[in-house]
């Protein structure tokens, strides 16, 4: 089957950095999103990795490694309004959306 | 954890045909469900919320005529492109509020109109 894991929930301060990571089997890949969503809101995309590196966009950063399925999203300089959930996504061999669970991102003064 | 399901997964119709696409919950019962809009590498774009039993809340700039809504259970929710062209070729994707603050995405419907 097809499946995507990531922690459900992660704690981390205000200033520090915060690596949430994403495990995924799939049949097929064409691609790996991650969003942030604010409770009661709509998903807000943050990035796209379809080839294996880093991409780095402001204080986000996101890691992708086909050949391990992982995909990481790191965040720097943590700030309170970054408390939220983080969705991972891959898009699988017949472009359709596999969804994580999702990671409750909680941030302490 | 929970299961959300779409079908059709992916369609292909003519211009000016209507279409219609599911969204199940298969193993909870919601009152709400969301419909957004996948467009590459963009956010998910919220169309409307669902709400079983009355009509849907539609966001700003999206035709309710266009997008027809029907919430008939608490698990099936539907979404009906009318006449559709071939801008409304795009991703649809749904998902169900579980418990008023899970949230469980279907894996998306990709229309595509000719």
């Known amino acids: 089957g097809q499946n995507i894991d990531q922690p459900t929930e992660m704690t981390a301060t205000e200033g520090a950095i915060v690596q949430i990571n994403c495990t995924y089997q799939?049949?097929?890949?064409?691609?790996l999103f991650w969003y942030q969503q604010h409770a009661g809101e709509a998903p807000t995309f943050l990035s796209y990795n379809v080839l294996d590196g880093l991409e780095e966009k402001g204080r986000f950063s996101s890691f992708l490694s086909r050949s391990k399925g992982y995909s990481y999203l790191l965040l720097k300089e943590l700030q309170m309004k970054d408390s939220a959930s983080y969705l991972c996504a891959v898009v699988d061999s017949n472009y359709q959306l596999i969804w994580g669970a999702g990671t409750k991102l909680i941030i302490k003064p | 954890g929970a299961v959300v399901s779409q079908h059709p997964s992916w369609v292909i119709c003519k211009s000016g045909t209507s279409v219609k696409i599911e969204c199940r919950s298969l193993?909870?019962?919601?009152?709400?469900m969301f419909w957004y809009r996948q467009f590459p590498k963009q956010s998910l774009m919220l169309m409307a919320t669902?709400?079983?039993?009355?009509?849907?809340?539609?966001e700003q700039g999206v035709e309710k005529d266009k997008f027809l809504i029907n919430h008939a259970s608490l698990t099936l929710s539907t979404l009906t492109v009318t006449s559709a062209h071939p801008e409304d070729s795009s991703f649809y994707i749904c998902?169900?509020?579980?418990?008023?603050?899970?949230?469980?995405f279907g894996p998306g419907t990709r229309l595509t109109v000719t």
């Open positions: 799939t049949s097929g890949f064409n691609g």
């Open positions: 998902s169900a509020l579980f418990r008023d603050y899970e949230q469980y």
């Open positions: 669902s709400n079983e039993g009355s009509k849907a809340t539609y």
């Open positions: 193993d909870f019962q919601a009152t709400t």
